[in-house]
Nanobody, 123 residues
Framework: QVQLVESGGGLVQAGGSLRLSCAAS????????MGWFRQVPGKEREFVAA????????SYADSAKGRWTISRDNAKNTVYLQMNSLKPEDTAVYYC????????????????WGQGTQVTVSS
């Protein structure tokens, strides 16, 4: 019994910033890896970033490196994605995932997804 709720999305101008949050509840563990993905209509869900349960291992997609930061607060069962220097091509629905596997800094998602939060970046 796991529930994930994303928040923090919105409409911003290019170059702006957003901070996404994903709060987990239910049968979760601090050992659970978590990841962020994004998706636009008609395209596959795309990996953005992931973090291990203890925060020691972090992985980013090339599109996120240098701009965004994933972090977590296990006391709050929450993972964050700080998104700076946003571009119009970042426009998507952003989802978090709980319990996937991190292998060679590649994140393989589990079946636990949130409902998503919309990020729209205007040019």
């Amino acid at each position: 019994q796991v529930q994930l709720v994303e928040s923090g999305g919105g409409l911003v101008q290019a170059g702006g910033s957003l901070r996404l949050s994903c709060a987990a509840s239910g049968r979760t563990s601090s050992s659970d890896n978590m990841g962020w993905f994004r998706q636009v209509p008609g395209k596959e869900r795309e990996f953005v970033a992931a973090i291990s349960g203890n925060g020691a291992i972090i992985s980013y997609a090339d599109s996120a490196k240098g701009r965004w930061t994933i972090s977590r607060d296990n006391a709050k069962n929450t993972v964050y994605l700080q998104m700076n220097s946003l571009k119009p091509e970042d426009t998507a629905v952003y989802y978090c995932n709980l319990g996937g596997r991190l292998l060679n800094r590649r994140y393989f998602p589990a079946r636990y997804w949130g409902q998503g939060t919309q990020v729209t970046v205007s040019s």
